[in-house]
Every structure is written in structure tokens, then in C-alpha cells.
């Protein structure tokens, strides 16, 4: 292997310029992701398990509580909230593009008794449905990792299965000092490890793209047969009038902005994320 060719790889590439892997759907990493969403102590992948029944208790809260809601969790995971939900007589669907999670969530929900319509897609491709839903849910910053367009169609097809006064929910980093969250450069070489089961080198760096409000996390891994994997991670950054002018595009309504959902934690808190209600 040519050390110019790690190095070519590792440069800062133009904005949205795609990798060529996808983290979620790997079968080895999504195993590792699996055991992380489910360790209720660490905010990674999932919150923690504190926060996410603070998180279900808000976005439940001011509805009527004798009137069961049809709710759509996009991203669901493991089902951490669907089955908060479930558990409060709502009827819930849950999407994931892993399969790993969705048939942790299955198994969870039958060992549980809980009646949750789980489905194993990729929430950008397949559709919603029309007037489907009283609630809408995208939780974890998620809409902030897709690309503008990718971002502008989901709104669009959530504002679609939404019913008529329905609420969409979701949360997203806000902007403030976003420019000092670059991670510094950091290397691992593993035996086996969160990126393969077999012996590998993570090459890890961040890249600023000011104007757009966004950074890259780029990982290169490269196995011992000398292939080289890039996953990147495009995170975009928001002030209050950016979500609005986003949300009012698909034209939703009632914008609430929430920055007190979370409890102080040593990863996101209230003076990172910002949690969204809002109305179609
Ligand atoms: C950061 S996790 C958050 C999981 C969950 N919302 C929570 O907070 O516990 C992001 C989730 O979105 C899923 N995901 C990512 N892209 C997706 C897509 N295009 N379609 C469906 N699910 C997706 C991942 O598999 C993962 O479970």
C-alpha cells in the first residue's frame, strides 16, 4: 500500500462529497451499536436511560391522556421510546434501517407484551403514508446528519403522514461556538475492535465547513487485506431562525423551541441541543 494513498484519503474532501460505507447497517459494527444503545448509563448512540424517560415524559405530556395517539418513531433503534409509548396506550410504529435493532425491538416487545408495528427500512426511501399520524418523533440530533436535500424530502413526507394538528418532534444541535467542536486527529490499531473483527487501523478527524454550519467526522479504517473504508458523518449546527425558515419551507406551524428537555450530562445537554415541536 502507498503511504500517498492513506494520505489522498485522508484529506478534507469537498462538502457532502459521500464516503463509501454506512455505518448503521454493518453487520459487525451495528452488533457494537446495538450494545451501546442498550447500556443505559452513556449517552452514545441512544441517550441514557434517564434522559430518555425525562425526554417520553415531555414529548407525551399536554396531550390528552385518555386519547390514544397514533405515533410514528423515524430511527426508532432498539425501541427505547417506542415502548415508553407503547407502555402509555399509544399505538406506535417504529422505523430503523438496522436490522439488528428492529429484531432486538421485536424480540423486546413480545417478551414485554407490548404491541409495537416494527419496520426495517430506510426512512428516506420508503413512504410514510397520508394522514397517518398524530405524532411524528426523530430523536437524537438525527435530522441534522442528512444532507440538505435528503432533509428537505423527509420533512416533506413527514409533514404528509402527519395528520391535520399533528406535532413533529425532533432535536438538533444548535450553533452556538459550533466552530470549536472539531475532534482532534486521533489514530487506533486494533485486533478486533468497533470497526471490524479483524485487525485494522482507524485514521479519525474532523474538517470545518464554516458557511454551511457544518463538520465532518471522517473515519478511514484500513484491514489487512489494505481495504480502506471512509464513513463520514456530516453534522449541521442551527440557530432558532434556521430550523424555523426549514420548517416553515414544508410549511409547519406553531414552532416551539425547547432547551431545558435535558438533564445536565457530560456529553449533550441543554446548551447544545435543541429540542422542536411544531404543528402541520
Ligand atoms: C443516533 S441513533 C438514535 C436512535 C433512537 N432515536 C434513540 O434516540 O434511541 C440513530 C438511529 O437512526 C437509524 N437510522 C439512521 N439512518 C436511517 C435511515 N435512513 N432510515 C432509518 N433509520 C435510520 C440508525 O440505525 C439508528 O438506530
Known sequence: MKITDIISKSEKPAIYEKGNSFMWTDPH???????????????????KKSTIEKTAKWILENRDNNKNLKILDLGCGPGLYTEIFANNRHRVTGIDISKNSIDHAIKSAKK?????????SN?????????????????????????PLEREKLLAKIFKALNKGGVFIFDVLNDKGFKEKLSPKTWESSKVGFWKETPYLALSESF?????KVILSQH????????IDIYRFWTHFFSHSDISEMLKQQNFKDIEFREDILPESDMWNGENVIFVKCIK
Open 112 to 120: 414485554k407484551g407490548l404491541r409495537i408495528d416494527y419496520q426495517n
Open 208 to 212: 470545518l465547513y464554516e458557511k454551511e
Open 29 to 47: 459494527i451495528s452488533k457494537q451499536l446495538l450494545q451501546v444503545h442498550l447500556n443505559p448509563d452513556i449517552d452514545l448512540a441512544s441517550r
Open 220 to 227: 478511514t479504517i484500513i484491514d489487512e487485506s489494505e481495504n
Open 123 to 147: 426512512y428516506l426511501d420508503i413512504d410514510l403514508g397520508q394522514e397517518k399520524y398524530d405524532l411524528v418523533v426523530l430523536i437524537y440530533a438525527d435530522l441534522g446528519v442528512l444532507l
